[in-house]
């Protein structure tokens, strides 16, 4: 009952406190898992495989979904058996309770298929499903394969607006002439574009961050957020007035105040530093 503290405290960013004691609630594995991997030759019809799930009521534990460029990646590092030739793979998993899990697994073969998926593949057992797995969880890192220096972006948006956002961000990728992975939690849409740049190269550090600031605009834009799961931090501060209305924001420091009166903790995090001076002037942050 009352404020959902939990949120407002995670949601701070360090910003009201120091967290001295964390209680966690242990559950136990689940009796079974199914692991699926959907082959596509568009984007946009893996896409519509993840709507159609959503549609059918199916509540995958994941859905995860990997583009060609960072199955080409993923398939130097670590040799998962993607097809390179797809555009796009979906991974889904469902677990639960044995009883049903079968019928749940084969409708979600039935709504991939008919959304157009080339193949739709089950793990055999569960070492091919930690071969998949772990192609996805060290994606990231296989994309060292193919670049020198890339850039994360963590921005959320409807999951209706999944390929209309995707075809901007390779739109505007053409136009900073940079290349775009995208390797993201298709099942909340929460997106993690990678940015493939070199650092070593003049102004092209700087040309990347212009980048991912517009992929967190329209993010917003479309109904999404600036951030799905790695906070604001220093790097989006200065979007927040895009996301927010300067009552919005003056609503949120008022709340800061009440934890933090003397702007002692992460006093440069999270809001604009046009919104903050006057506070951190008057404390020397």
């Known amino acids: 009952a009352g404020p959902d503290m939990l949120a407002l405290v995670i949601g701070s960013e ?11 609630r242990l559950t136990p594995n689940p009796e079974k898992a199914i692991t699926l991997l959907g082959v596509f030759d568009s984007v946009h019809k893996a896409c519509e495989g993840v709507s159609a799930i959503v549609r059918r009521g199916i509540i995958p ?24 030739d797809a555009e796009a793979v979906l991974i889904v ?18 709504l991939l298929s008919e959304a157009g998926a080339k193949e739709v593949k089950r793990a055999r057992d569960d070492e091919e499903r930690a071969r998949i797995w772990r192609a996805r969880k060290e994606a990231f890192g296989a994309i060292g394969q193919i670049s020198p220096s ?18 901007k961000i390779a739109q505007v990728g053409r136009k900073f002439s940079l290349t775009v992975a995208n390797v993201f939690h298709a099942g909340d849409g929460n997106m ?47 979007l927040m007035d895009y996301q927010f209305t300067a009552d919005d924001i003056d609503a949120q420091l008022r709340i800061k105040d009440v934890f933090d009166s003397k702007w002692l903790l992460n006093p440069l995090k999270v809001f604009p530093l046009h919104h903050t001076e006057a506070r951190r002037m008057a404390f020397n942050c």
Do not use: W
Request: glycine fraction near 12%; charged fraction near 30%; aromatic fraction near 6%.
């Open 14 to 24: 360090g910003t009201f406190g120091i967290v001295t004691k964390i209680t966690c």
């Open 61 to 84: 534990a994941a859905m995860e979904m990997i583009d060609k460029v960072t199955i080409y990646a993923v398939e130097q590092a670590l040799k998962p058996g993607f097809p390179t």
């Open 93 to 110: 998993e469902v677990d639960g309770l044995e009883e049903g899990l079968e019928e749940e697994a084969r409708a979600s073969e039935e």
């Open 192 to 238: 993690h574009p990678l940015i493939l740049y070199d650092a070593n190269k003049p102004g092209e550090l700087t040309k990347c961050e212009e980048f991912g600031a517009e992929i967190l605009r329209l993010c917003v834009e479309v109904g999404g957020c600036l951030t799905g799961e790695h906070g604001v931090g220093i790097e989006k501060r200065e």
């Open 150 to 167: 890339y850039y994360v972006q963590d921005g959320v948006i409807p999951r209706s607006s999944l390929p209309e956002v995707l075809d």
